[in-house]
């Protein structure tokens, strides 16, 4: 296999402007959140499911990364999980698949976390009345925020060619073609 490309995220998309435009995309979407829950139901928010959204809200992150992981499974032998700290306070689970991957699978396993979690959300409002829990929008928000570094990434991939395979390097990833 011979290198087509290699990205660095670090430089490029560096840590802290990807999370910037992840607070910034969840803020958005909550604006946008709050106003169509307004235009719909005006001024009917029931703080009855507020416990359960906000332990969604807390289990987000961890139930997150574990989908990435569980969407990666078949190429675990070469998957790394590592615990950082980032901004000196803030514990963050570093997943990482250090073996080749093809470009669809790593795109599905970049994406799998946000569609998923996207439909159990979406289920949870319909079956329970919790969208008029304000923390449940704040909820909706923070996962799509939180999907933004991933939407980067698989938009980086888009256009390269069907058969390409994408390695993770130390400081960004590399997408090889066979020769």
């Known amino acids: 296999m011979r290198c087509l490309k290699s ?8 840590y802290h402007r990807a999370v910037l435009k992840g607070v910034l995309s969840w803020f958005f979407m909550l604006c946008l959140l709050f106003l169509i829950h307004n ?16 332990l969604g809200l807390v ?10 992981i569980l969407a990666s499974f078949k190429y675990r032998s070469g998957m ?4 950082i700290r980032r901004f000196y306070i803030v514990p963050c689970i570093q997943v ?6 093809p470009k ?4 599905f396993s970049l994406l799998f976390p946000f569609f998923f979690i996207l439909a159990l959300l979406v289920l949870w409002a319909l079956f329970i009345p919790i969208w008029n829990s304000p923390v449940f929008l704040i909820l909706l928000a923070a996962h799509i925020g939180m999907s933004y570094p991933d939407f980067i990434i698989a ?6 060619p069907k058969n390409c395979f994408v390695e993770d390097a130390k ?8 020769d």
């Not at 400081?171 to 066979?178: F, N, Q, T």
């Open 104 to 107: 669809g699978y790593y795109l």
């Open 39 to 54: 235009f719909f139901v005006p001024g009917e928010f029931s703080p009855k499911y507020n416990g359960i959204a906000f």
């Open 80 to 83: 790394e999980i590592n615990l």
């Open 7 to 14: 990205v660095n995220t670090d430089r490029r998309d560096a």
């Open 171 to 178: 400081r960004g990833y590399s997408i090889l073609i066979s």
């Open 59 to 68: 289990l987000l992150y961890p139930i997150h990364k574990g989908l990435h």
């Open 155 to 160: 938009n980086n991939l888009r256009n390269l």
């Open 96 to 101: 990482r698949v250090k073996s080749v991957i």
